[in-house]
């Protein structure tokens, strides 16, 4: 897995159609949607068998529909300025029953070339859903069989159902916000801001982006729920790009998420965050490489956010626990220790803000139709639960609310809001002796302090190394003196179980870092709700590095 705490990753690749005025309000669009989903999924049910093998016993319909405006600007000049509609399908077909069907791991993790309309044309969108379902079902069957191959061989044991009964079923239908933003405005406010990098010859590339996103989800299973949500979110986006004196690439950003307009930033807010990318930049032209180190560190609530979603968050989506080759670090572990006592990790969607910051990984239902909750994954240091789907594991056989996907591939057990809880918290001064003492116990030249952090990722397989790694950008040397130098050109390491028990002690600077996630399921809104903590040991190691020359002319005045 992948993840960024930053809104800059996509790989899903959409056609976007430029839509006229249609005729139809919202509700009458989900009416003619519900209904072809209906009809083609009771057809289906009754109707759709081959040979021996009896008609599915479960259908899932999910139809998506984006609506997304996006304005780039680069140094004070208009780049694009774009709006588009599409609508994308998601078809899941479950043949066998409960307790032996056909669901295996990545079988939706190559999509079909998808005719879904546009227009609100019930025969059109009856057969894209009844293509896509026929496709599905017969990749069904042969799973069914493959996976019956294996259990009858031995190679793999099966005694574990493999779904679950879910939630009483229920039709809820939310309301449907507008999007609302006037794209003239965002286009004079991106030149605006952009405009700001014209007074820093030393950046190469910079630019601004405003974008807004709303996702009507239109689900429907046949259990008998009926789910039309919204997802309404709106981002800017600042990034930089430069060189240092011997051709080192350095880049930098600042990320907003929001999820209404009445919390846009001003211009000014935002030219002030250009302004500080600007200074940032030119101090990391002139910071030293760092050496490779292991010694006590503090991680800014941006890097301990990495830290619990690398280390912790993925070793809990339990639908790996069900996978052959899944390293399965927590599996055997629930009632015991894993975090010091003084740590508690809570997982709930349904919070919507956090001291008045919009949380990206907020939502009500998941995309199973379950409602989401509140899970205590691990209480004062000890592991109580994982993130569950419909998809039971060793000692879970219900849903907690957490199967997820980018609305294209197969949704599996994923985080949405984490937060990390402390029963040990120091100010920032106290907490920065406590490093020193730590440095000066340990008889090391300085500390660390990871102020900045753009990305990290971890691999889960037992087939792989279970490690994880964060790629810091703003990294510090804290001296015994309490002097502080910035340095560049590393990334911190480490396996998680002992990782995570270095921590001695967090901050009292409780922050949101919402972004984006990639797993199997896709990309996906998460947040992470974090302090800054202090862990007694980390390991840098050097950092991969591109060598560029530097432009031989100097830019041209803008």
């Not at 409960?98 to 079988?107: L, N």
């Not at 546009?118 to 859903?129: E, I, K, P, T, V």
């Not at 947040?527 to 041209?556: D, F, G, H, K, W």
Request: charged share 25%.
């Amino acid at each position: 897995m992948r993840s960024s705490q930053f809104l800059k990753v996509t790989v899903l690749v959409f056609c976007f159609f430029v839509r006229p005025a249609a005729a139809e309000t919202v509700d009458e669009a989900s009416a003619i949607i519900f209904k072809a989903m209906e009809e083609e999924m009771a057809r289906s049910r009754e109707a759709l068998k081959v040979d021996v093998f009896e008609p599915p016993y479960f259908i899932h319909y999910q139809v998506r529909h984006h609506h997304r405006v996006s304005v780039l600007a680069s140094f004070g000049s208009l780049i694009d300025s774009s709006k588009g509609e599409n609508r994308t399908l998601f078809v899941d077909v479950r043949v066998g029953d409960k307790s032996f069907d056909s669901s295996v791991p990545g079988s939706h993790q190559y999509g079909t070339q998808q005719m879904v309309p546009l227009d609100n044309d019930y025969d059109a969108l009856r057969r894209a859903l009844w293509q896509e379902t026929d496709l599905r079902y017969k990749q069904a069957i042969m799973n069914y069989l493959k996976k019956k191959g294996r259990y009858i061989s031995g190679v793999e044991a099966h005694d574990i159902d493999d779904f679950s009964a879910g939630d009483p079923v229920g039709v809820r239908i939310e309301e449907v916000p507008e999007i609302g933003v006037d794209v003239d405005l965002w286009e004079e406010q991106a030149r605006q801001i952009s405009a700001v990098f014209k007074q820093a010859p030393e950046i190469e590339k910079s630019r601004v982006k405003l974008n807004a996103d709303r996702i009507i989800r239109h689900y429907m299973d046949s259990d008998g729920n009926k789910i039309r949500s919204t997802i309404l979110r709106y981002g800017v986006s600042l990034e930089a790009w430069t060189k240092t004196e011997s051709g080192a690439p350095i880049h930098d950003q600042e990320t907003i998420t929001l999820s209404g307009l009445k919390q846009f930033p001003s211009v000014e807010e935002l030219t002030g965050k250009a302004d500080r990318l600007i200074r940032g930049l030119k101090e990391l032209k002139k910071a030293a490489r760092a050496e490779p180190y292991v010694g006590p560190a503090i991680f800014s609530p941006d890097a301990s956010a990495i830290l619990f979603h690398e280390a912790i968050g993925h070793r809990l989506e339990a639908d790996r626990l069900r996978q052959a080759t899944d390293g399965k670090t927590f599996m055997k572990k629930v009632g015991k220790r894993i975090l010091p006592p003084f740590l508690t990790v809570v997982d709930n969607p349904l919070l919507k803000n956090y001291n008045e910051t919009d949380l990206a990984g907020h939502y009500l239902f998941d995309d199973e139709g379950q409602k989401s909750q509140k899970v205590v994954l691990i209480d004062q240091g000890v592991l109580k639960s994982f993130l569950l789907s419909r998809t039971p594991v060793s000692g879970f056989s219900r849903s907690n609310g957490h199967a997820r996907s980018d609305g294209t591939k197969l949704p599996m057990s994923r985080m949405g809001n984490i937060l990390v809880q402390s029963d040990k918290r120091l100010s920032p001064d106290a907490l920065k002796q406590s490093l020193i003492d730590e440095v000066k116990r340990q008889k090391k030249p300085y500390g660390l302090f990871v102020k900045k952090i753009l990305s990290g990722e971890t691999q889960t397989e037992a087939a792989n190394f279970q490690v994880f790694k964060g790629k810091p950008i703003y990294i510090y040397k804290v001296y015994p003196d309490g002097r502080e130098e910035l340095v560049r050109g590393v990334e911190f390491v480490g396996t998680p179980l002992s990782m995570i028990s270095k921590v001695i002690a967090t901050g009292r600077d409780d922050r949101v870092i919402n972004g984006f996630c990639g797993a199997e399921s896709g990309f996906i809104p998460v947040t992470s709700v974090t302090p800054s903590v202090l862990l007694s040991e980390v390991e840098l190691q050097a950092a991969s590095q591109t060598r560029l020359r530097p432009p031989i002319l100097t830019p041209p005045p803008l």
